[in-house]
């Protein structure tokens, strides 16, 4: 008796929640209960018994609880605009995962504001070197694929440039110091052919820190990348308000810390967007891939040849 009470309030609770859910579809469920009782009752001519009246009140809890549920979604998604913090909390929300991103183009180290370069690895003058250390780590630098990471190569030659040359271990730096310039030159190629793969990646990545970013702030728009680049941005969902989307993305401003800024740092060409009878188009003028390449390389001290003298 338990066991089947216990299985009635599950049933009971699971289609309560789907209705709120899912409105649309509890609708048409509702409205196939209450049709089929009405012609139940008119085919069977024995007037509105005990099942009739039961399938009744399931059918109408069914539409009513799906008329809420539609009413509460819709709410949400009519926000009125969305106040001063607004854009603030975009780009708090976004720069929570620009470490992640880094992550994702196989590069080391932090990736920093997105669509711009690492933080120059520059060498530390405050202290003396640890020569043996330093070599330890160009060696280590120089094998598999470290030796096509520039950042891994920058770092350790931050240490080993500062090697003197009345160090008893020179010759074995200027040694290291030759086949870590292989590694750099392997390290730019790659990074340079491979920019527009590589970025194309942190702009689908960026697209889905947009759309979480976006939901939170109850715009439930799909952020779409589109392109062989991946750098068309399109954003579709259900009816939002002209202040939200001109709080949110500044007044189609692109300056550095903005929505648009960042979306143009990372390489979009332009930004579209639908939702109901809002509809906005941004063209953006970014930097090629290639060229936030280079600006990378310049960043992290890489673009000369590393030698020892």
């Keep these: ?19 709120l859910i899912f409105p649309i579809a509890f609708w048409v469920i509702g409205g196939l209960i209450l049709g089929g009782t009405l012609l139940h009752m008119v085919l069977d001519k024995q007037g509105f ?3 009739h009246r039961f399938f009744a009140v399931v059918a109408a809890t069914t539409l009513l609880l799906a008329t809420a549920g539609f009413f509460v979604g819709r709410g949400s998604a009519d926000a009125e605009p969305l106040g001063v913090t607004t854009r603030a909390a975009v780009d708090d929300a976004i720069g929570d995962d620009e470490e992640e991103i880094g992550a994702d183009t196989g590069h080391a180290g932090d990736a920093g504001e997105l669509g711009t370069p690492p933080a120059e690895v520059g060498p530390d003058t405050g202290s003396p070197v640890d020569v043996t250390a330093a070599l330890r780590a160009a060696n280590a630098a120089r094998k598999g694929k470290a030796c096509k990471s520039l950042e891994t190569v920058a770092a350790a030659w931050a240490d080993l440039s ?18 870590l310039e292989k590694c750099r030159k392997k390290a730019v190629v790659a990074l340079t052919k491979g920019a527009t793969k590589t970025r194309a990646k942190e702009r689908a990545a960026l697209a889905k820190q947009v759309q979480r970013a976006l939901a939170e702030l109850g715009l439930r728009l799909k952020a779409k990348p589109g392109g062989k680049a991946k750098d068309k941005l399109t954003l579709k969902g259900r009816k939002v ?3 939200a989307v001109d709080e949110v993305f500044a007044g189609g401003a692109t300056d550095e810390g903005s929505l648009l800024g960042r979306l143009q740092q990372a390489g979009f060409t332009k930004v579209s967007l639908a939702a109901g009878k809002v509809k906005r188009n941004w063209e953006l003028e970014p930097p090629a891939d290639e060229d936030a390449a280079r600006a990378t390389v310049e960043e992290l001290g890489m673009a000369e040849p590393l030698t020892l003298e």
């Design 1 to 19: 008796m338990l066991k089947r009470l216990g299985t009635l309030v599950a049933i009971t609770l699971f289609w309560l929640v789907a209705a």
């Design 241 to 243: 308000t002209h202040a």
């Design 49 to 51: 018994g005990a099942g």
């Design 162 to 179: 500062r090697v003197p040359a009345d160090d008893e271990q020179f010759t074995k730096a200027k040694r290291a110091a030759a086949a």
